[in-house]
């Protein structure tokens, strides 16, 4: 594998990572939602781990297409993971106060992927992360405007 493929490789994983523990966290909010909002909230949350759960397998599929091996495994996930693991007893905006604060941050390192991506004109895989930014970039405005901000 070409150097530049192994990197596209690498920020690939990180993603794989990322999401895997994302989809739990938002399948612990989606359980653990209590209160006014819970509706709005429970609906949400559910979208959010169905769409994670797509990222895994596209992002995934693309690392076996580029010849590389995707994390499979919880521990590899959390260790290499941005995001952690959430406990219990959250309060609603906690929650969603949660979620913005690592969607900022995995939008921010997905800009550093698609250039990345793009140095080693992967073309695919740009594209993929420029779209998983922008699906990001729009649920985190929507999360915040929540929290009115």
Known sequence: ???SNEEVVKVLNQQVANWTVAFTKLHNF???VKGP?????????????????QYIDDLAERILAAGGNP?????????????KEAGK????EEMVE?????FDNVSKQLEEAIEVA???E?????????????SIDKHNWMLKSYLGK
């Open 1 to 3: 594998m070409a150097k």
């Open 122 to 134: 992967d073309d695919v895989t740009e594209d993929m992360f420029i779209g998983m930014q922008t």
């Open 89 to 92: 007893g959250y309060k609603a």
């Open 30 to 32: 989606h359980w653990y």
């Open 71 to 83: 994390v499979a495994t919880l521990k590899e996930s959390l260790e290499l993971s941005i995001i």
């Open 37 to 53: 909002n819970f509706f709005s909230l429970h609906t949400k949350f559910e979208e959010l781990y169905d769409e994670a759960s």
């Open 98 to 102: 949660e979620l913005t604060h690592d």
């Open 118 to 120: 793009s140095n080693a």
